[in-house]
Nanobody, 121 residues
Framework: QVQLVESGGGLAQPGGSLRLSCAVS????????VFWYRQAPGKQRELVAG???????NYADSVKGRFTISRDSLKNTVYLQMNSLKPEDTGVYYC???????????????WGQGTQVTVSS
């Protein structure tokens, strides 16, 4: 059974940094792409950043130049380095992975449980 576990959320001051991790574990799967979404209180979930299997990345305009998504393919882990944090970055951050089941030969996606990020002085 494939699992996706997020970690690294917490409290940061404005201007501070946090690093989120998204680890995918299990057997007989490959990763097509991984995305980070966030949902602020009272707002819709929005895409923050994504990284494809080939390494290409994309970012929401609101985080460009401040956030960096990267991966460690050997560990099947994707990171979101968040610098110059602002109060408006506060929210629950979710990892979403587009996977391919090598046994059943079909794509599917998986969501993490979410990790809270709070930016406040």
């Amino acid at each position: 059974q494939v699992q996706l576990v997020e970690s690294g959320g917490g409290l940061a001051q404005p201007g501070g940094s946090l690093r989120l991790s998204c680890a995918v574990s299990g057997s007989f799967f490959s990763i097509s792409a991984v995305f980070w979404y966030r949902q602020a209180p009272g707002k819709q979930r929005e895409l923050v950043a994504g990284i494809a299997s080939g390494g290409s990345t994309n970012y929401a305009d609101s985080v460009k130049g401040r956030f960096t998504i990267s991966r460690d393919s050997l560990k099947n882990t994707v990171y979101l380095q968040m610098n110059s944090l602002k109060p408006e970055d506060t929210g629950v951050y979710y990892c979403n992975a587009d996977l391919f089941d090598l046994s059943a030969k079909r794509p599917y996606d998986l969501w993490g449980q979410g990790t809270q990020v709070t930016v406040s002085s």
